[in-house]
């Protein structure tokens, strides 16, 4: 991990992210067919959804003048809190610069300088992002205007000087926790999650648990954010979330999503198949817990007013369908094979490296096997539809 200045202290007290997710917690790294790059439709969906009010909230923003920063220069600073790899990340930030650059030649005339920052946990796979920066950079007929930087760390912690940054966007990364809530890993406990690998209609003690994790984190990321954020500045905010009416048992909301969604059914049943084949003990099976949470609009919201030095401008529940191209749809409908094996790159993207971390590549292998052949086989699933909620906010740093 980065080392913490002095100026960090200010949330240390709350800084308890001392877990060992970190080590192997992200999304899959590389190009090939079950990475990240290559599994990423949902997001690049919730993106282009949100991208509107993102576009709106920079045409409304505060310009930062020479004068703002002291001296005859002026550079505008812009992140994208975890990351990941592909083209989502640098889609967004490229749009997020062009935006500001027209704003500042139009309404200023001069064009400032621009550094763009990629921050994601140590595990992330840079290399992959950066090696993409440089095609796109090949490929493109306009110069890429911005200066670039990855920022490995938790967002959970403090990464930037305080007051530096003017534009702080976290596409669908906030619903990953900083770790598991120690208790649910408790065997002896009534919060051991026995049967199941997530919370969505788990045991009441277990989803409490994750709502209070949950809790911490959204709290110690926006008292970082807080303290990084020019006054002035956006804190753009695309997470996971389920409507205010459902409760934190039923994160997915519907029965055809829970049914569907890769981390609910079929993830279970995949674990239970390694069980019953003997591959794995009870144990090890009850051990494994995928660390997401998804919030409501009410929850996000208590965080802020919690912590304060945040204005906000729009925050919004959408559901997003999964697969939005209606003709890649039907082509997986008449096809269970492939529907099958999409999925488990799906699932290999997201969970991989944490399930590998737990039961090692072999079983892991083994276990993405049998999600595929459970997925392939019921002909059910080919007609239900998955929706993935979202929860969108945009804020000004007061």
Not at 72 to 100: F, K, P, Q
Not at 101 to 110: A, C, D, K, M, P
Not at 282 to 297: H, K, L, Q, V
Request: contains cysteine; negative net charge.
């Amino acid at each position: 991990m980065m080392a913490r200045s002095s100026s960090g202290e200010s949330c240390a007290e709350s800084d308890k992210w001392t877990g060992g997710l970190h080590r192997f917690l992200c999304m899959q790294g590389g190009n090939h067919d079950g990475s990240y790059a290559k599994n990423s439709e949902a997001p690049a969906s919730a993106i282009t959804l949100c991208k509107p009010i993102l576009l709106a909230a920079i045409r409304s923003m505060r310009l930062f003048a020479r004068e703002d920063e002291g001296s005859h220069s002026c550079s505008i600073r812009v992140v994208d809190l975890g990351c990941a790899t592909g083209y989502n990340t640098l889609a967004t930030v490229g749009m997020v610069v062009e935006s500001l650059r027209e704003r500042y030649i139009g309404e200023l005339g001069f064009e400032p300088e621009f550094e763009a920052f990629f921050s994601d946990l140590p595990s992330n796979d840079f290399n992959s992002l950066f090696r993409s920066l440089s095609g796109m950079d090949s490929n493109e007929k306009k110069p890429r205007r911005y200066f670039v930087a990855g920022v490995p760390g938790t967002f959970y912690r403090r990464l930037f000087p305080g007051g530096k940054l003017h534009v702080a966007v976290s596409l669908s990364a906030l619903h990953w926790l900083s770790q598991i809530p120690g208790e649910v890993l408790d065997k002896g406990s009534r919060t051991w999650n026995k049967g199941r690998a997530w919370i969505d209609g788990a045991k009441e003690e277990v989803v409490e648990a994750y709502s209070r994790q949950s809790e911490e984190d959204l709290d110690n990321f926006l008292k970082c954010r807080k303290e990084e954020i020019a006054e002035g500045g956006i804190l753009f905010m695309l997470m996971g979330g389920r409507p205010n009416s459902q409760e934190p048992g039923n994160q997915l909301g519907d029965a055809e999503s829970r049914a569907k969604h890769p981390f609910a059914t079929s993830m279970d049943q995949a674990w239970q198949d390694l069980l019953n084949e003997g591959l794995i003990d009870e144990e090890t099976r009850d051990g494994f817990n995928i660390p997401a949470y998804m919030r409501s609009m009410e929850e996000v919201e208590r965080a802020m007013l919690k912590c304060g030095g945040f204005e906000i401008q729009k925050m919004e529940y959408k559901r997003i369908r999964e697969h939005s191209d209606q003709k890649k749809r039907e082509e997986l409908i008449t096809d269970p094979v492939s529907h099958g094996r999409a999925k488990a790159n799906l699932v290999r993207a997201t969970l991989g490296p944490i399930v590998e971390a737990h039961i090692g590549p072999h079983l892991s292998e083994e276990l993405f096997q049998r999600f595929e052949r459970r997925v392939s086989s019921d002909v059910s699933l080919l007609r239900k539809t998955c929706f993935y909620g979202v929860i969108i906010v945009c804020a000004i740093r007061k």
